[in-house]
């Protein structure tokens, strides 16, 4: 199951977005207009530079200048991302009152954020629909809405081991190399530092068979099983037994 997570982030046990590079903390911030109003809106952050014009800017994440050059709060700045129906969004609620309406019924707006990796820049927001119900629905094409598959990224370990690996392979492989054109090597001498290798392999060689040679399966027979025999028969493999020894 997803969970929603601060910080223009959202993560689940797959996908990972992260919108925080479409944040402004200047007064740049995404512009668009429709045939009445101009929209400003910011991601994850507020509108300070607006703080002369419109009530509690910085807290304000989407905001519209009306044809009487009025800003109207579309809804308080969120940096919580959710997910709905496989789509990005990110909803700033709480905005100024609907008119006529009751005060309980605010201005709210949904960013639809797609990944669209044609995009130059960061893109721009749309208005998507006119306003229903004081609802605003803006889509917005950038690649910063495009997932990062968590599943392929690599973990600290992950790294570690492509390093390392990466370095043994150029050590031997240079180490070939240098052994060929210096000192003319062939075969296993080839190998850099071959004699460490090959004391190296004894020794594991050699340990492993002292160790196999404690298991009783291994390095004794199992003794003769003279049970049930007929006496005459006993006898025989009694003797045969001192026999060998």
């Keep these: 199951n997803a969970a929603e997570t601060p910080d223009c982030t959202f993560k689940n046990d797959t996908l990972s977005y992260d919108l925080s590079k479409l944040k402004q903390d200047s007064a740049e911030y995404y512009e668009t207009t429709d045939s009445k109003n101009k929209f400003i809106l ?3 952050n507020g509108l300070s530079e607006l703080k002369d014009d419109l009530k509690d800017a910085k807290n304000v994440g989407a905001s519209l200048k009306n044809d009487k050059e009025k ?8 940096s919580e991302l959710f997910i709905q129906n496989d789509e990005l969004f990110l909803r700033y609620g709480d905005g100024d009152a609907c008119p006529d309406q009751s005060d309980e019924v605010k201005r709210e707006t949904y960013i639809h954020f797609i990944c669209d990796n044609t995009i130059e820049g960061k893109g721009t927001p749309k208005l998507l629909i006119s306003p229903r119900n004081c609802v605003y629905i803006f889509e917005w094409k950038t690649s910063a809405a495009c997932p990062v598959d968590k599943a392929e990224s690599l973990s600290g370990w992950g790294v570690f081991f492509t390093i390392f690996f990466i370095a043994l392979l150029v050590y031997f492989v240079g180490g070939i190399v240098y052994n060929r054109m210096v000192h003319n090597a062939v075969g296993f001498s080839q190998l850099p530092n071959w004699e460490f290798w090959r004391d190296a392999w004894d020794f594991v060689k050699d340990m492993f068979l ?9 390095g004794r027979r199992a003794p003769r099983n003279y049970r049930n025999l007929p006496r005459d028969d006993e006898n025989i493999l009694i003797e045969e037994e001192f026999e060998e020894h």
Aim: with cysteine; hydrophobic share 45%; net charge positive.
């Design 210 to 218: 002292i160790l196999m040679a404690q298991c009783p399966s291994f």
């Design 71 to 78: 800003w109207i709060s579309l809804g308080k700045n969120n």
């Design 42 to 44: 910011n991601v994850c």
